[in-house]
């Protein structure tokens, strides 16, 4: 179905960029980590114990090409959410830095940092949570389009209703307030007003996990559908491999707060290398029948961040482990897309 809209209206133009970076990544996390302090009890003070630090993202680095779309995967408390975070600069970096455009986010001034705010642009899980429930869903999106002054106000509505198209839903949906509508509706409509303001870049943080699995296909095939159309970077963050299977150009794999396996969707789906990353694909669901006796992919807890494991992150659950994984495991490449923190990453 072709849809009415106005793409130059929808997508935004790439940050500029001078000769010398033509090719440079729209995004570029360089050795970023993430701590967060332990609050401070009464015995804490008391006894004067120090205070203790949670890393929640070490030493990460990875890039975004103009146009990709990059998947970062990790069960719950792997930190994915955090390097997103920090993409949007909403947690502070304990150390490295985070490129936009070349330019140091950390470094931005008022006017360039509006202008940041307008390009890069968050699309929640939890679709109900993020609209105002006395809202309806036309001035929800109303509001982005005037206080970035998009279009004119006399436009307003229009643009309003292209944008509900744009994402599947009729025009009349603009009346209806966020209670009225189903949970995949409201994941459209809280990405209609990302999209408003014009955006390069999407943080998509799990954008389907609060849906029903059939409304999920839907809302990663209309991912899929405007990234193509409009152009749009994306950076996906999901905790199964499933989803980004085929959403993402390239994946990279966090675990307690390190980058396990990073290489195109192609190189992480038929040539994996770290546990980890098998283990993940393990859990993905099949439609072929499966012994129920078999082994579980991923034995074992995650560790607590407050107590990482020496060596490689994931040696306590790993099952392959020997007594050279207490030593910082090697970043081996396969290939220059290609690589894998792990000592048998040959094998």
């Known amino acids: 179905m072709t849809i009415p809209v106005r793409l130059d209206t929808i997508a935004a133009a790439a ?20 701590e967060f302090a332990k609050p401070r009890g009464i015995v804490d003070a008391l006894t004067r114990r120090p205070q203790s630090v949670l890393r929640a993202v070490d030493d990460v680095s990875l890039t975004i090409a103009p146009g990709e779309t990059l998947g970062l995967v990790g069960e719950s ?26 330019k140091d986010i950390a470094d931005l001034d008022a006017n360039s940092l ?22 309806t869903i036309g001035s929800a999106i109303g509001e982005a389009l005037r206080f970035h002054a998009i279009v004119p106000a006399p436009e307003i509505e229009a643009e309003v209703q292209r944008l509900l198209l ?26 209609a007003r990302a ?24 809302v990663l095939n209309l991912l899929k559908d405007l990234r193509d159309e409009l152009g749009l970077t994306m950076l996906l963050v999901a905790h199964e491999l499933g989803v980004v299977r085929h959403m993402c150009d390239r994946v990279a794999v966090l675990y307690l707060g390190r980058i396990m396996e990073t290489g195109t969707a192609d190189e ?14 393990a859990a993905v669901p099949r439609l072929e029948p499966v012994r129920r006796q ?34 910082e495991p090697p970043i081996v490449r396969r290939s220059p897309t290609h690589a894998i923190a792990c000592h048998f990453a040959e094998t």
């Open 114 to 135: 509006r202008n940041f705010r307008r390009s890069v642009q968050l699309v929640f899980q939890d679709p109900y949570s993020s609209l105002n429930p006395r809202l």
């Open 15 to 34: 940050p500029e960029a001078s000769d010398g970076n033509v090719g440079m990544p729209l995004l570029a996390v360089e050795a970023l980590t993430v």
């Open 268 to 281: 992480i789906f038929a040539d994996a290398r770290h546990p980890y990353t098998r283990g993940l694909l």
């Open 195 to 218: 999209l408003a303001v014009r955006p390069h870049l999407l943080v998509l943080d799990e954008p389907v996990a609060a849906l029903d699995v059939s409304i999920q296909a839907q």
């Open 294 to 327: 078999r082994k579980p992919v991923l034995d074992g807890e995650i560790p607590s961040p407050m107590a990482l494991p020496a060596g490689c992150r994931f040696r306590t659950r790993c099952p392959r482990a020997e007594a050279v994984c207490t030593v």
């Open 166 to 191: 744009l994402v599947g839903l009729a025009p009349e949906m603009a009346e209806r307030r966020p209670r009225q509508l189903s949970g995949g509706q409201r994941q459209r409509v809280g990405l």
């Open 77 to 102: 408390g792997s930190g994915k959410t955090t390097v997103a975070r920090a993409v949007l600069r909403l947690s502070p970096p304990k150390a490295g830095r985070i490129l936009y455009g070349g």
